[in-house]
Protein backbone atom coordinates (compact mmCIF):
# COMPACT_ATOMS: atom_id res chain seq x y z
CA UNK A 1 0.00 0.00 0.00
CA UNK A 2 1.25 3.67 -1.01
CA UNK A 3 0.94 5.37 2.39
CA UNK A 4 2.69 8.67 3.70
CA UNK A 5 3.56 10.39 6.48
CA UNK A 6 1.05 13.58 6.69
CA UNK A 7 0.98 16.48 9.03
CA UNK A 8 -1.07 19.48 8.78
CA UNK A 9 -2.27 22.41 11.68
CA UNK A 10 -6.00 21.89 11.58
CA UNK A 11 -7.61 24.92 13.38
CA UNK A 12 -4.48 25.57 15.52
CA UNK A 13 -3.51 22.18 16.46
CA UNK A 14 -1.13 19.65 14.51
CA UNK A 15 -2.61 16.77 13.19
CA UNK A 16 -0.08 14.34 12.13
CA UNK A 17 -0.62 10.64 10.88
CA UNK A 18 0.52 8.67 8.44
CA UNK A 19 -2.37 7.65 5.62
CA UNK A 20 -2.89 6.27 1.98
CA UNK A 21 -1.23 8.50 -0.35
CA UNK A 22 -4.96 8.70 -1.87
CA UNK A 23 -6.42 10.31 0.97
CA UNK A 24 -8.43 13.18 0.43
CA UNK A 25 -8.14 15.91 2.88
CA UNK A 26 -11.99 15.99 3.69
CA UNK A 27 -11.50 12.35 4.87
CA UNK A 28 -8.44 13.51 6.79
CA UNK A 29 -9.89 16.38 8.64
CA UNK A 30 -12.97 14.16 9.41
CA UNK A 31 -11.31 10.51 10.43
CA UNK A 32 -8.15 11.88 11.56
CA UNK A 33 -8.46 14.84 13.18
CA UNK A 34 -12.50 14.24 14.35
CA UNK A 35 -13.72 17.25 12.90
CA UNK A 36 -17.17 16.34 11.84
CA UNK A 37 -18.39 19.59 10.41
CA UNK A 38 -16.82 19.45 6.88
CA UNK A 39 -19.09 17.69 5.04
CA UNK A 40 -18.63 15.31 1.60
CA UNK A 41 -21.72 16.25 -0.64
CA UNK A 42 -21.43 15.87 -4.50
CA UNK A 43 -18.07 14.07 -4.23
CA UNK A 44 -17.25 15.89 -7.91
CA UNK A 45 -15.95 19.51 -7.01
CA UNK A 46 -19.44 20.78 -7.99
CA UNK A 47 -21.22 21.37 -4.55
CA UNK A 48 -18.73 23.57 -2.43
CA UNK A 49 -20.06 22.14 0.80
CA UNK A 50 -16.57 20.23 1.66
CA UNK A 51 -14.83 23.78 1.36
CA UNK A 52 -12.16 24.69 4.65
CA UNK A 53 -9.44 27.72 4.71
CA UNK A 54 -6.02 26.59 3.52
CA UNK A 55 -3.37 28.94 5.01
CA UNK A 56 -5.85 31.18 6.83
CA UNK A 57 -7.68 32.93 3.77
CA UNK A 58 -7.88 30.78 0.67
CA UNK A 59 -10.52 28.86 -0.08
CA UNK A 60 -10.48 25.15 -1.47
CA UNK A 61 -12.46 21.99 -1.79
CA UNK A 62 -11.07 19.72 0.61
CA UNK A 63 -12.91 16.71 -1.96
CA UNK A 64 -10.48 17.87 -4.47
CA UNK A 65 -7.17 18.24 -2.81
CA UNK A 66 -5.25 15.53 -1.38
CA UNK A 67 -4.54 15.29 2.33
CA UNK A 68 -0.54 15.07 1.17
CA UNK A 69 -1.05 18.54 -0.75
CA UNK A 70 -1.89 20.44 2.52
CA UNK A 71 1.32 18.61 4.45
CA UNK A 72 2.76 21.64 6.09
CA UNK A 73 0.04 24.08 5.43
CA UNK A 74 -2.39 25.38 8.08
CA UNK A 75 -6.41 24.49 7.36
CA UNK A 76 -9.13 26.07 8.85
CA UNK A 77 -12.96 24.43 9.39
CA UNK A 78 -16.15 25.79 10.59
CA UNK A 79 -15.45 24.29 14.01
CA UNK A 80 -13.42 27.20 14.51
CA UNK A 81 -15.47 30.03 14.12
CA UNK A 82 -17.34 29.98 17.42
CA UNK A 83 -14.35 29.73 20.22
CA UNK A 84 -16.71 29.20 23.55
CA UNK A 85 -19.57 28.79 21.77
CA UNK A 86 -19.94 32.62 20.22
CA UNK A 87 -21.04 32.89 17.57
CA UNK A 88 -19.38 34.04 14.32
CA UNK A 89 -20.89 36.94 13.50
CA UNK A 90 -21.59 34.97 10.21
CA UNK A 91 -23.15 32.11 11.66
CA UNK A 92 -25.09 34.14 13.92
CA UNK A 93 -26.22 35.85 10.71
CA UNK A 94 -27.21 32.55 9.30
CA UNK A 95 -29.40 31.77 12.14
CA UNK A 96 -30.81 35.79 11.98
CA UNK A 97 -31.81 35.42 8.58
CA UNK A 98 -32.76 31.86 8.13
CA UNK A 99 -29.63 31.30 5.43
CA UNK A 100 -29.95 27.49 6.22
CA UNK A 101 -33.00 24.69 6.46
CA UNK A 102 -31.37 21.33 6.03
CA UNK A 103 -27.50 22.71 6.97
CA UNK A 104 -25.77 20.34 4.94
CA UNK A 105 -24.43 23.01 2.72
CA UNK A 106 -23.72 25.54 5.70
CA UNK A 107 -20.52 24.43 6.46
CA UNK A 108 -18.83 25.22 2.78
CA UNK A 109 -21.09 28.56 2.93
CA UNK A 110 -19.50 30.24 6.04
CA UNK A 111 -16.12 29.19 5.29
CA UNK A 112 -16.76 30.80 1.57
CA UNK A 113 -18.27 33.84 3.38
CA UNK A 114 -15.39 33.91 5.50
CA UNK A 115 -12.81 33.91 2.77
CA UNK A 116 -15.16 36.24 1.04
CA UNK A 117 -15.55 39.02 3.91
CA UNK A 118 -11.74 38.86 4.12
CA UNK A 119 -10.73 39.46 0.49
CA UNK A 120 -13.71 42.23 0.24
CA UNK A 121 -15.47 43.59 3.89
CA UNK A 122 -18.31 45.12 2.05
CA UNK A 123 -19.35 42.92 -0.81
CA UNK A 124 -22.27 44.16 -3.14
CA UNK A 125 -25.05 41.82 -3.45
CA UNK A 126 -23.46 40.91 -7.00
CA UNK A 127 -20.10 40.10 -5.79
CA UNK A 128 -21.50 38.17 -2.51
CA UNK A 129 -24.21 35.89 -5.36
CA UNK A 130 -20.40 35.44 -7.39
CA UNK A 131 -18.30 35.27 -4.55
CA UNK A 132 -20.99 31.97 -3.76
CA UNK A 133 -20.97 30.94 -6.90
CA UNK A 134 -19.23 27.51 -6.05
CA UNK A 135 -21.52 26.73 -3.36
CA UNK A 136 -25.03 24.96 -3.73
CA UNK A 137 -27.70 25.02 -1.77
CA UNK A 138 -31.20 23.32 -2.86
CA UNK A 139 -33.48 24.63 0.06
CA UNK A 140 -32.83 28.12 0.24
CA UNK A 141 -32.87 30.02 -2.95
CA UNK A 142 -29.64 31.45 -2.24
CA UNK A 143 -31.52 34.81 -1.08
CA UNK A 144 -31.21 34.46 2.43
CA UNK A 145 -27.91 33.33 2.34
CA UNK A 146 -26.98 36.76 0.75
CA UNK A 147 -28.98 38.54 3.37
CA UNK A 148 -26.83 36.45 6.26
CA UNK A 149 -23.74 37.80 4.22
CA UNK A 150 -24.71 41.33 4.29
CA UNK A 151 -25.66 41.37 7.62
CA UNK A 152 -22.51 39.83 8.86
CA UNK A 153 -20.60 42.25 6.75
CA UNK A 154 -21.94 45.40 8.45
CA UNK A 155 -21.83 44.12 11.52
CA UNK A 156 -18.27 42.85 11.47
CA UNK A 157 -17.26 46.27 9.66
CA UNK A 158 -19.22 47.95 13.04
CA UNK A 159 -17.21 46.20 15.28
CA UNK A 160 -13.51 47.21 14.08
CA UNK A 161 -14.09 50.80 15.13
CA UNK A 162 -16.41 50.16 18.16
CA UNK A 163 -13.28 48.35 19.55
CA UNK A 164 -10.72 50.85 18.73
CA UNK A 165 -13.08 53.40 20.19
CA UNK A 166 -12.92 51.75 23.26
CA UNK B 1 -15.51 7.58 -4.61
CA UNK B 2 -11.68 7.10 -3.67
CA UNK B 3 -8.81 7.48 -6.51
CA UNK B 4 -6.65 4.49 -6.98
CA UNK B 5 -3.71 3.96 -4.91
CA UNK B 6 -0.58 5.21 -6.12
CA UNK B 7 2.87 6.62 -5.39
CA UNK B 8 3.16 10.24 -4.38
CA UNK B 9 6.31 12.23 -4.52
CA UNK B 10 7.28 15.62 -3.14
CA UNK B 11 9.36 17.44 -4.76
CA UNK B 12 10.74 20.70 -4.03
CA UNK B 13 12.89 22.16 -6.63
CA UNK B 14 12.57 21.69 -10.83
CA UNK B 15 15.61 19.52 -10.92
CA UNK B 16 13.81 17.11 -8.08
CA UNK B 17 10.43 17.58 -9.99
CA UNK B 18 12.28 16.70 -13.55
CA UNK B 19 13.93 13.68 -12.23
CA UNK B 20 11.24 12.15 -11.17
CA UNK B 21 9.28 12.21 -14.33
CA UNK B 22 12.40 10.96 -15.93
CA UNK B 23 12.84 7.87 -13.85
CA UNK B 24 9.13 7.25 -13.54
CA UNK B 25 8.09 7.97 -17.46
CA UNK B 26 4.76 7.04 -18.77
CA UNK B 27 3.90 5.48 -15.18
CA UNK B 28 3.41 9.48 -13.84
CA UNK B 29 2.08 12.70 -13.73
CA UNK B 30 2.06 15.90 -12.44
CA UNK B 31 -0.01 16.93 -9.71
CA UNK B 32 -0.31 20.82 -9.89
CA UNK B 33 -3.43 22.51 -8.55
CA UNK B 34 -5.36 19.37 -9.14
CA UNK B 35 -8.70 21.04 -10.10
CA UNK B 36 -9.23 18.37 -12.98
CA UNK B 37 -6.52 15.64 -12.51
CA UNK B 38 -8.36 14.82 -8.80
CA UNK B 39 -11.93 14.77 -10.42
CA UNK B 40 -10.83 12.65 -13.29
CA UNK B 41 -8.28 10.26 -10.54
CA UNK B 42 -11.64 9.82 -8.69
CA UNK B 43 -14.20 8.65 -11.73
CA UNK B 44 -10.69 6.82 -12.59
CA UNK B 45 -10.28 7.92 -15.65
CA UNK B 46 -7.22 8.76 -14.70
CA UNK B 47 -4.91 5.88 -12.73
CA UNK B 48 -1.15 7.38 -12.68
CA UNK B 49 0.91 5.18 -11.07
CA UNK B 50 2.99 8.01 -10.03
CA UNK B 51 1.89 11.62 -8.51
CA UNK B 52 4.90 13.82 -8.69
CA UNK B 53 3.85 16.83 -6.14
CA UNK B 54 5.42 20.40 -8.05
CA UNK B 55 3.01 22.62 -5.42
CA UNK B 56 5.56 22.71 -2.75
CA UNK B 57 8.13 23.98 -5.72
CA UNK B 58 7.48 27.73 -4.41
CA UNK B 59 10.09 28.99 -7.28
CA UNK B 60 7.49 27.56 -9.71
CA UNK B 61 5.21 30.21 -8.44
CA UNK B 62 5.11 33.64 -10.18
CA UNK B 63 3.48 36.09 -11.83
CA UNK B 64 6.14 38.90 -13.70
CA UNK B 65 6.68 40.54 -16.36
CA UNK B 66 10.13 40.58 -18.08
CA UNK B 67 11.45 40.84 -21.53
CA UNK B 68 7.58 42.04 -22.95
CA UNK B 69 6.02 38.51 -21.77
CA UNK B 70 3.60 38.12 -18.54
CA UNK B 71 5.34 34.98 -17.08
CA UNK B 72 3.21 32.82 -15.72
CA UNK B 73 4.73 29.69 -13.55
CA UNK B 74 3.57 26.37 -13.45
CA UNK B 75 1.74 26.14 -9.80
CA UNK B 76 0.16 30.36 -9.74
CA UNK B 77 -3.23 29.75 -9.07
CA UNK B 78 -6.00 31.02 -11.48
CA UNK B 79 -6.94 33.29 -8.23
CA UNK B 80 -3.37 35.12 -8.18
CA UNK B 81 -4.21 36.70 -11.97
CA UNK B 82 -7.94 37.27 -10.97
CA UNK B 83 -7.02 39.39 -7.81
CA UNK B 84 -3.76 41.15 -8.96
CA UNK B 85 -4.66 44.83 -9.90
CA UNK B 86 -2.02 45.11 -12.14
CA UNK B 87 -3.46 42.70 -14.68
CA UNK B 88 -6.75 44.05 -14.33
CA UNK B 89 -5.02 47.49 -15.33
CA UNK B 90 -3.43 45.63 -18.39
CA UNK B 91 -4.68 42.78 -19.41
CA UNK B 92 -8.80 43.30 -20.49
CA UNK B 93 -8.73 39.20 -22.24
CA UNK B 94 -6.69 37.62 -18.94
CA UNK B 95 -8.66 39.99 -16.55
CA UNK B 96 -12.38 38.65 -17.92
CA UNK B 97 -11.48 34.91 -18.48
CA UNK B 98 -10.00 34.96 -14.80
CA UNK B 99 -13.47 35.56 -13.40
CA UNK B 100 -15.36 33.07 -15.09
CA UNK B 101 -12.86 29.92 -15.26
CA UNK B 102 -14.85 26.91 -13.51
CA UNK B 103 -15.55 28.91 -9.49
CA UNK B 104 -14.26 30.99 -7.37
CA UNK B 105 -13.54 28.66 -4.89
CA UNK B 106 -11.66 25.67 -7.94
CA UNK B 107 -9.76 29.30 -8.74
CA UNK B 108 -7.68 29.24 -5.67
CA UNK B 109 -6.05 25.82 -6.43
CA UNK B 110 -6.33 25.77 -9.68
CA UNK B 111 -3.55 26.70 -12.23
CA UNK B 112 -3.06 28.43 -15.79
CA UNK B 113 -0.49 25.96 -16.54
CA UNK B 114 -1.83 23.13 -15.39
CA UNK B 115 -4.84 24.20 -17.31
CA UNK B 116 -3.62 24.67 -20.64
CA UNK B 117 -1.44 21.15 -20.55
CA UNK B 118 -4.67 19.31 -19.26
CA UNK B 119 -6.06 20.81 -22.36
CA UNK B 120 -9.27 19.80 -22.08
CA UNK B 121 -11.81 20.43 -25.25
CA UNK B 122 -13.60 22.89 -23.26
CA UNK B 123 -10.70 24.78 -21.86
CA UNK B 124 -11.17 28.64 -20.80
CA UNK B 125 -6.69 29.06 -20.93
CA UNK B 126 -6.01 27.30 -24.14
CA UNK B 127 -8.61 29.66 -25.71
CA UNK B 128 -7.02 32.57 -24.34
CA UNK B 129 -3.44 31.41 -25.06
CA UNK B 130 -4.17 31.00 -28.67
CA UNK B 131 -6.23 34.39 -28.98
CA UNK B 132 -2.75 36.07 -27.03
CA UNK B 133 0.02 33.97 -29.05
CA UNK B 134 1.20 32.62 -25.66
CA UNK B 135 4.11 30.20 -25.51
CA UNK B 136 4.84 27.58 -23.35
CA UNK B 137 8.34 26.88 -21.73
CA UNK B 138 9.14 22.82 -21.54
CA UNK B 139 12.10 21.32 -20.07
CA UNK B 140 13.21 18.55 -21.73
CA UNK B 141 16.25 15.86 -21.81
CA UNK B 142 18.08 18.54 -23.78
CA UNK B 143 17.36 21.14 -21.67
CA UNK B 144 14.71 23.71 -22.03
CA UNK B 145 12.54 24.79 -25.39
CA UNK B 146 9.74 27.30 -26.05
CA UNK B 147 6.87 25.88 -27.55
CA UNK B 148 4.43 27.80 -29.57
CA UNK B 149 0.50 27.57 -28.39
CA UNK B 150 -0.39 26.33 -31.94
CA UNK B 151 2.30 23.81 -31.75
CA UNK B 152 1.68 23.10 -27.96
CA UNK B 153 -2.01 21.99 -28.29
CA UNK B 154 -1.79 18.99 -30.32
CA UNK B 155 -5.23 17.01 -29.57
CA UNK B 156 -7.76 16.47 -26.52
CA UNK B 157 -5.27 15.98 -23.49
CA UNK B 158 -2.66 15.61 -25.54
CA UNK B 159 -0.15 18.31 -25.95
CA UNK B 160 3.65 18.94 -27.07
CA UNK B 161 5.18 18.06 -23.19
CA UNK B 162 6.32 14.48 -24.16
CA UNK B 163 6.88 11.62 -21.52
CA UNK B 164 9.16 12.51 -18.43
CA UNK B 165 8.93 16.21 -19.72
CA UNK B 166 7.67 18.82 -17.84
CA UNK B 167 6.00 22.08 -18.52
CA UNK B 168 7.82 25.22 -16.45
CA UNK B 169 6.04 28.58 -17.45
CA UNK B 170 3.10 30.17 -20.04
CA UNK B 171 4.60 33.59 -21.57
CA UNK B 172 2.10 35.71 -22.72
CA UNK B 173 3.20 38.73 -24.68
CA UNK B 174 2.40 42.08 -22.50
CA UNK B 175 0.02 43.89 -24.62
CA UNK B 176 1.03 47.39 -25.81
CA UNK B 177 -1.86 50.53 -25.35
CA UNK B 178 -3.49 49.74 -28.29
CA UNK B 179 -4.56 46.48 -28.24
CA UNK B 180 -7.23 45.22 -25.90
CA UNK B 181 -9.43 41.62 -25.23
CA UNK B 182 -12.59 40.16 -24.41
CA UNK B 183 -13.74 36.81 -23.17
CA UNK B 184 -17.17 35.34 -24.33
CA UNK B 185 -18.79 32.42 -22.56
CA UNK B 186 -21.94 30.90 -22.38
CA UNK B 187 -22.23 28.45 -19.92
CA UNK B 188 -25.48 26.53 -17.94
CA UNK B 189 -23.98 27.09 -14.46
CA UNK B 190 -21.50 28.03 -13.15
CA UNK B 191 -18.30 25.82 -12.68
CA UNK B 192 -19.98 23.56 -15.13
CA UNK B 193 -18.08 22.83 -18.87
CA UNK B 194 -18.86 25.78 -21.27
CA UNK B 195 -21.34 25.48 -23.90
CA UNK B 196 -18.95 27.27 -26.04
CA UNK B 197 -16.97 30.69 -25.33
CA UNK B 198 -14.69 32.36 -27.42
CA UNK B 199 -11.12 34.62 -27.17
CA UNK B 200 -10.76 37.95 -28.96
CA UNK B 201 -7.74 39.82 -28.84
CA UNK B 202 -7.06 42.80 -30.98
CA UNK B 203 -4.44 45.72 -31.52
CA UNK B 204 -4.44 48.62 -33.68
CA UNK B 205 -2.16 50.61 -35.68
CA UNK B 206 -2.37 54.24 -35.24
CA UNK B 207 -4.30 55.07 -38.42
CA UNK B 208 -7.24 52.87 -36.74
CA UNK B 209 -6.42 50.00 -38.75
CA UNK B 210 -6.51 46.46 -37.70
CA UNK B 211 -2.68 45.69 -36.33
CA UNK B 212 -2.91 42.10 -35.11
CA UNK B 213 -6.10 39.93 -34.00
CA UNK B 214 -6.02 36.71 -32.14
CA UNK B 215 -9.19 35.02 -32.03
CA UNK B 216 -9.99 31.44 -30.90
CA UNK B 217 -13.25 29.29 -29.92
CA UNK B 218 -13.26 26.74 -27.36
CA UNK B 219 -16.05 23.93 -26.59
CA UNK B 220 -16.63 23.78 -29.99
CA UNK B 221 -14.12 20.75 -31.40
CA UNK B 222 -11.49 18.72 -29.84
CA UNK B 223 -9.58 21.41 -28.65
CA UNK B 224 -9.58 24.81 -28.68
CA UNK B 225 -9.11 26.09 -32.29
CA UNK B 226 -7.60 29.55 -33.91
CA UNK B 227 -9.94 30.73 -35.62
CA UNK B 228 -7.15 32.08 -38.29
CA UNK B 229 -9.73 32.92 -41.44
CA UNK B 230 -11.25 35.35 -38.95
CA UNK B 231 -7.98 36.72 -38.19
CA UNK B 232 -6.61 37.04 -41.79
CA UNK B 233 -10.09 39.28 -42.93
CA UNK B 234 -9.34 41.25 -39.62
CA UNK B 235 -5.63 42.19 -40.09
CA UNK B 236 -5.00 45.46 -42.32
CA UNK B 237 -8.82 46.59 -42.18
CA UNK B 238 -10.84 49.96 -40.58
CA UNK B 239 -12.97 47.89 -38.40
CA UNK B 240 -16.91 47.84 -39.53
CA UNK B 241 -19.79 45.92 -38.78
CA UNK B 242 -19.92 44.55 -41.79
CA UNK B 243 -16.52 43.42 -41.43
CA UNK B 244 -16.77 42.02 -37.94
CA UNK B 245 -20.26 39.76 -39.05
CA UNK B 246 -18.14 38.73 -42.11
CA UNK B 247 -15.16 37.52 -39.64
CA UNK B 248 -17.76 35.99 -37.01
CA UNK B 249 -18.80 34.19 -39.76
CA UNK B 250 -15.61 32.33 -40.26
CA UNK B 251 -15.88 30.68 -36.77
CA UNK B 252 -18.78 28.16 -37.39
CA UNK B 253 -17.01 26.60 -40.49
CA UNK B 254 -14.16 25.26 -38.59
CA UNK B 255 -16.48 24.45 -35.18
CA UNK B 256 -16.92 20.81 -34.94
CA UNK B 257 -19.38 20.38 -31.36
CA UNK B 258 -20.66 17.52 -30.11
CA UNK B 259 -24.60 17.63 -29.16
CA UNK B 260 -25.15 17.08 -25.75
CA UNK B 261 -27.62 18.18 -23.13
CA UNK B 262 -26.03 21.73 -23.32
CA UNK B 263 -27.24 21.97 -27.21
CA UNK B 264 -27.15 20.73 -30.04
CA UNK B 265 -24.64 20.95 -32.73
CA UNK B 266 -26.40 23.29 -34.51
CA UNK B 267 -26.86 25.90 -32.09
CA UNK B 268 -23.42 25.59 -30.43
CA UNK B 269 -22.12 26.30 -34.13
CA UNK B 270 -24.02 29.17 -34.35
CA UNK B 271 -23.00 30.64 -30.84
CA UNK B 272 -19.50 30.37 -32.06
CA UNK B 273 -20.88 33.01 -34.63
CA UNK B 274 -22.44 35.03 -31.86
CA UNK B 275 -19.66 35.30 -29.50
CA UNK B 276 -16.82 35.62 -31.96
CA UNK B 277 -18.87 38.82 -32.92
CA UNK B 278 -19.70 39.87 -29.59
CA UNK B 279 -15.94 39.31 -28.60
CA UNK B 280 -14.83 41.48 -30.97
CA UNK B 281 -17.33 44.41 -30.80
CA UNK B 282 -15.94 44.51 -27.32
CA UNK B 283 -12.57 44.26 -27.71
CA UNK B 284 -13.01 47.25 -30.12
CA UNK B 285 -15.32 49.04 -27.50
CA UNK B 286 -12.39 48.79 -25.00
CA UNK B 287 -9.96 50.49 -27.58
CA UNK B 288 -12.77 53.18 -28.25
CA UNK B 289 -14.00 52.08 -30.95
CA UNK B 290 -17.91 51.22 -31.78
CA UNK B 291 -18.01 49.85 -35.28
Not at chain 1, 41 to 46: E, K, L, Q, R, Y
Not at chain 1, 118 to 143: A, D, F, M, Q, V
Not at chain 2, 124 to 135: C, N, Q, Y
Request: hydrophobic share 40%; proline share 5%.
Amino acid sequence: MNEIPVSIKINGKQVTATVESRTLLVHFIREQAGLTGTHVGCDSSSCGVCTVLLDGDKPVKSCTMFAAMAHGHEVTTVESLAPGGVLHPLQQAFWDQHGLQCGYCTPGMLMTSVALLKHNPNPTEHEIREGLSGNLCRCTGYNNIVKSVQQAAGVMSQAIPAAADD
Amino acid sequence: MFPASFEYLRTHSPDEAFAALQQHGSEARVLAGGQSLIPAMRYRLARPAVLVDINPIKELEFLKEENGFLRIGATTRDAALEFAPWILERYSLITAVSKVVADPIVRHMGTVVGSVCHNDPAGDWTATSLASRAVMVVRGKNGLREVPIDQFLVDSYTTAVEEGEMALELKIPIPDAHTQGSYQKIERKVGDYATCAAAVQISLNSDGTIRQAGIAITAAGPIAMRVAAAEAMLVGQKPTLELIKAAAAEAPKIASPNADQRGSAEYKKDMTRVLVGRGITEALQRLGVNA
